[in-house]
């Protein structure tokens, strides 16, 4: 089955410095990937994702890259605030069967100093 | 349009009782999936259900069983409750072809 290694587990950057998590992925079969956010106590939240047939998406101060040959995926969020404190969760998805299953990450803590 | 909801937000349960966790998707999705979340990791695959049916399972035992009515809310339940089952329980709704899912707030079941 799919295994996703999430890195680092913890990240802290000064207030306007940028924030970069990266996954690896193993089934070559996968093609949709998630990020998600998970502040204390709360449900994950959705905050952007990528298919593989993108190379790279950009939503304001956050961007997402796909490198499908290395099976690796990145989260990259420019100008950190202090409101991007949380947890974040990568995840792998293979679509091409009868179900859409998620495989998560283990999470990174990111703390945002201000 | 509303988000998916479940209940109850918290559980406390003692070891060998039986549990029913809620889950009611969000308007227009037909397919919920079930999730555990142990303190400090990532959301783990339990099922899915489609159409009132599984589709599809994680590396769960027989005691976590599930259903879906037509309404396409969902119940997760779990038999012969052990400490290990303790953790976050999350749904999540989505569209049949469609990746993204949507998650719920969670049921958060603490065994004794």
């Known amino acids: 089955g799919e295994n996703v290694e999430q890195h680092p587990s913890t990240l802290s950057v000064q207030e306007g410095d940028s924030a970069v998590i990266k996954c690896t992925y193993s089934?070559?079969?996968?093609?949709?990937f998630p990020w998600y956010k998970q502040e204390l106590g709360k449900r994950p939240q959705l905050i952007i994702d990528?298919?593989?047939?993108?190379g790279e998406k950009k939503d304001q101060r956050i961007a997402v890259t796909l490198n499908k040959t290395a099976k690796h995926f990145s989260l990259h969020i420019t100008e950190t605030q202090p409101e991007d404190s949380a947890v974040y969760f990568c995840?792998?998805?293979?679509?091409?069967?009868?179900?859409?299953?998620?495989?998560f990450g283990k999470g990174t803590l990111l703390t945002v100093n201000p | 349009e509303t988000g998916v909801t479940q209940s109850p937000t918290h559980l406390i349960k003692t070891r060998g009782q039986q549990v029913t966790l809620r889950c009611s998707s969000q308007?227009?999705?037909?397919?919920v999936s079930w999730y555990q979340q142990a303190l400090g990791q990532g959301p783990q695959f339990i099922f899915q259900?489609?159409?009132?049916?599984?589709?599809g399972r994680g590396n769960f035992p027989p005691r976590f069983s599930g259903l879906q009515f037509p309404n396409y809310s969902s119940e997760l339940n779990v038999n012969a409750l052990e400490l290990d089952d303790s953790a976050l329980y999350l749904c999540?709704?989505?569209?049949?072809?469609?990746?993204?899912?949507?998650f719920g707030p969670g049921t958060r079941l603490l065994v004794l």
């Open positions: 259900y489609y159409r009132e049916e599984e589709n």
């Open positions: 089934d070559s079969a996968s093609n949709y």
């Open positions: 990528i298919r593989s047939n993108v």
């Open positions: 308007s227009g999705h037909n397919t």
């Open positions: 999540a709704s989505s569209l049949k072809g469609g990746e993204t899912q949507y």
């Open positions: 995840a792998a998805m293979s679509s091409g069967g009868s179900n859409y299953k998620l495989t």
